[in-house]
């Protein structure tokens, strides 16, 4: 049973940054992509960034290109999102999701990952 589990929200100002994290258990995580997703209030759950754990190859939605990063940690089964030069639009619930794959394309879309986790918050004020 794959698990999932996310830290590191919380509210920061308009320029700041966050680090969240998201442990994963149950699985060997070595042919599985990993992702971050948001939702906002009131709006659909969207694409932030994708990693392949093996690989490492990343893909990241336009709207945080050049301020998140996403990267992995093999030894703590743990995937993190830099977030960067925060704004306000950047305010949701993030979520953590992953998919079992053997390839190397990077999912966007949120029907293809089956295992998420529980959601941190990340309130950015202006």
């Known amino acids: 049973q794959v698990q999932l589990v996310e830290s590191g929200g919380g509210l920061v100002q308009a320029g700041g940054s966050l680090r969240l994290s998201c442990a994963a258990s149950?699985?060997?995580?070595?042919?599985?992509?990993m992702a971050w997703f948001r939702q906002a209030p009131g709006k659909g759950r969207e694409f932030v960034a994708a990693i392949n754990w093996s690989v490492g190859n990343t893909n990241y939605a336009d709207s945080v290109k050049g301020r998140f990063t996403i990267s992995r940690d093999n030894a703590k089964n743990t995937v993190y999102l830099q977030m960067n030069s925060l704004k306000p639009e950047d305010t949701a619930v993030y979520y953590c999701?992953?998919?079992?794959?053997?390839?190397?394309?990077?999912?966007?879309?949120?029907?293809?990952?089956?295992?998420w986790g529980q959601g941190t918050q990340v309130t950015v004020s202006s």
């Open positions: 999701a992953a998919t079992a794959t053997s390839a190397i394309f990077l999912y966007t879309t949120e029907s293809k990952y089956p295992y």
């Open positions: 149950g699985r060997t995580f070595s042919r599985y992509v």
